[in-house]
């Protein structure tokens, strides 16, 4: 066998114990012995390598039985920590995340829309510094920035190809914010780094394939197929606030008729609400839903019906395990929850329905920092 | 390093360097060493088993230069046979293929619609042994039987769960031809098939991502995504003809309003055209259209328009490197295509439209016979 061949296995087996330990933990040496098939002597070895490396500590527990102490093994939760950032229209959220993936502080700054794309980057940048020195996390101990947003993004370059939100076009968002903070950064579609904590923690963990539908300002969905994230040729797979689901129907801003964001979205929902009253936002129409005033039913009731037909035609296309909706309009009228669930009903087809779980997002509106986090360290933790 | 891993990685070497000699031959044996990164004694004791074993061959030839001779290798196509089979409402094909998917013989046999199960069971067992004995094929050398067919087919039980076109419902498909033949079956839904095979030597090659459209009868789709069939947790990813596409639109049998399959499936034609003329069949429809008959062309406009927007979806949701148009209606009247192609280019969303390919099946009528014959290869044929 080769040299190479062999440390790459070397590689492979201590990755793989760190992973069991990571997920297992509390575990003694004897289990991982067990559940990898390896030599007790092996793992020994790479536990201590591991030791030294600052990833595992022992913690000493009584076992149950017997009563003969046992030393388990456990990780040490801030060996490292990732930086998540979410930047949205109105909003940026930053988050340290560290080795477990447990979020140490979250910080939440508005953004205006006027803002250029160097102030947010400057405010990004200001912000994940304060947060760092307040938590007081050594610089070598963050391996680096991973960001969410809306639009097409290039994340094997790290360049916003467009984003209509921000109204950014082809910048280099990833270079860019390395420049400024001297981290490595790694960017991504929002509704992807989503989906991600949801498959880390949320509603998706141990699903092989689920679709997360992202219901608010804009329409998309994100997909882990076979136990990964499915990205398609360009990385714009899941864009399906422009299929088309009425031919016949509303004028998209794409150019198409009758894209399915033409009667979902929260700009698509404000701008029919305004020809029946005078409102300032979406929460106008919400209230009204609340206060019982037909028009907002009539325009909720079409908006139910064409989540359920996109959650039917997903089902039809991925045949996912599960389906998990979120954003914001769920989110602020939890009222319609109900509405879609009978018209999922209505709407799926036969075949599939007794298998597909319909699910609510668990990690509201932590995941796309959470996601991102992890996402880089993902990325970057991979041992020599 | 176990002694398992070993002879893990022993297998794997072997299947690699078969694959090698298969895909790129004639190849010396130093060449695969390059390619593989594996010593010429290593190269040279796994291509002596494999000759021993049959599959690779000797074939001297002078090499281009200095005009010595250098012994190249080459496999045997006839080492190892399989046999695809496709079932369809009025037809039945059954195709011998060799090693290296080439196929020897295809025969076609009517099949009528109120054949009962067995019948057709029988019909394929006759027809196969003819096939075999003709051409003196050794029943040692056939490995295993390929069936592809449209419906809802559970693969991993060798179940046909429901085919609307066949009517057949629960049927133990592979076990009962298993019984019969006495050769290994597998069974699968067409359209999955028919992209294997034009993953493998038709439009699909070295595609990553490619999603197949089928237009006929019925209305569907299979593809390729991260280089694999995308099966979905029920093996149903692809239903496409169950879209909604216009949610105030035709009644489809499956109990929703506006599924795509009630504006572009042949039935849904016919069943529009009888509204205006007496008619048979499809065939009469691409008639009157060739005439210039105006409601055969306004009927086909709409078919054409939809078809275009189902590849906007599709290309929508998994942003493929390509879609492939196949089945009898773009096949039986190819005029269709042009104004299929002006649609595209009308409704494709701007920024995925420089990069998709869409293109026909390279492999027609044989496509899914191949396919079923080589998918039965890759999963019965993995060395020792």
Redesign the interface.
Known sequence: ??K???LL?KKQNKNLVLEIIKNQSPISRMEIAKIT??SPTSITRIVNELHLQGFVKETELVTSGVGRKAVLLDVCDDVFFTIGVEIDKFIIKIGIVNYVGEIVELRRIPRLESESYFETLEKVNMNLKELIEKNRIPHQRIIGIGVGLPG?IDNQNGVV??SDQLKWKNVNLAEDLKQLTAFEVMIDNELKMKIVAEDFKGSAKNS??AVLVGIGSGIG?AMI??G?I???????????G???????GNVCN???IGCLATYISEGAIVGDARKVKEIDSILDVFEAYRNGESWAHNLMDRTT??IA?AV???L??????MIILSGDTIERLPEIKQPIEQKCDL?I????KE??KIVYSQLGEHGVVLGAAIQIQNLLLDLE
Chains 1, 2 share one sequence.
């Open positions: 066998m080769e190479q061949d062999q296995m098939g390896m097409f190809k467009v092989h394939h969905s197929l076979n990964e499915y990205r398609g040729d360009s990385n714009n797979a899941g864009e399906i422009h299929t088309v689901i009425n031919p016949t794409c150019g198409k019906t064409y037909l039917s035609n997903i039809c296309l991925y045949n996912p395990e709407y087809w036969e075949p599939l298998r597909v």
